[in-house]
């Protein structure tokens, strides 16, 4: 079985300041990697995920995220964060032997003010 | 009509109640789920219909009933549901192929209130 900790429940932040937001994940196995957002009263967006390859996986919106099986975190990046950035944002993670069953963390949410 | 869809987006229902939601899917793949999202809390994965085989999370109390008639619709039919029942409730769907999942599609929700 595999868990989805994120440490910040919030994470505040000026407008054009660049953001982290911090992933760890605990597995067995190999697995997948992903971030979603989720926008007021929306469901979840898939902003990037990783399958395989490139450690550095960018995506929508100017997000970017490295993994690193080492310290087994996938942290989500961005340089200069807009104030229509502000909304939750859930990492999650699948195991590659067993597809299908997405294991998400409590979600962190980014406020972004000017 | 593209992604996935769910009906209705806001649900009030009393406790003695039978409703049920609906989610269809408009990207041609072949699992779909059913999501409860509460306040500060992790999403909790309630039910799965992945290649047409449906897997179950033993927590989901039974007043709880998904039904998929087909790869592009699910339902979840509620029956005398109690006040700690109010969440949102999500809908998503992927492609599953060679043991790799290609990430979720999620609806929009629907927002269900008991009283």
């Known amino acids: 079985a595999q868990s989805v900790t994120q440490l910040d429940s919030q994470v505040p932040v000026f407008e054009e300041a660049p953001v982290e937001l911090r992933c760890n994940y605990s597995?067995?196995?190999?697995?997948?990697l992903f971030w979603y957002v989720q926008y007021p009263n929306q469901g979840l967006q898939l902003l990037l995920k990783y399958l395989s390859g490139s450690t550095l996986v960018k995506g929508i919106n100017g997000f970017e995220a490295e993994f690193n099986k080492s310290q087994t975190s996938f942290h989500l990046r961005k340089p200069s964060v807009h104030i229509s950035d502000t909304a939750e944002y859930f990492c999650a993670v699948s195991d590659t032997g067993t597809a299908s069953k997405l294991t998400f963390g409590t979600g962190t949410r980014l406020q972004v003010t000017l | 009509e593209t992604g996935v869809t769910q009906t209705p987006r806001h649900l009030v229902m009393g406790m003695t109640n039978k409703k049920s939601l609906k989610c269809e899917q408009h990207?041609?793949?072949?699992?779909m789920y059913w999501y409860k999202q509460s306040a500060k809390k992790p999403l909790e994965l309630m039910f799965v219909?992945?290649?047409?085989?449906?897997?179950e999370n033993n927590s989901v109390p039974s007043r709880f009933s998904p039904e998929c008639p087909n790869s592009s619709h699910l339902f979840l039919h509620l029956h005398t549901l109690q006040p700690e029942d109010s969440a949102l409730y999500l809908c998503?769907?992927?492609?599953?192929?060679?043991?790799?999942?290609?990430?979720?599609?999620f609806g929009s929700g629907t927002r269900l209130t008991v009283v």
């Open positions: 998503a769907s992927s492609q599953v192929a060679g043991g790799t999942d290609y990430g979720y599609t």
């Open positions: 597995s067995s196995v190999s697995v997948y």
């Open positions: 219909y992945s290649l047409e085989e449906r897997v």
């Open positions: 990207l041609g793949h072949n699992a």
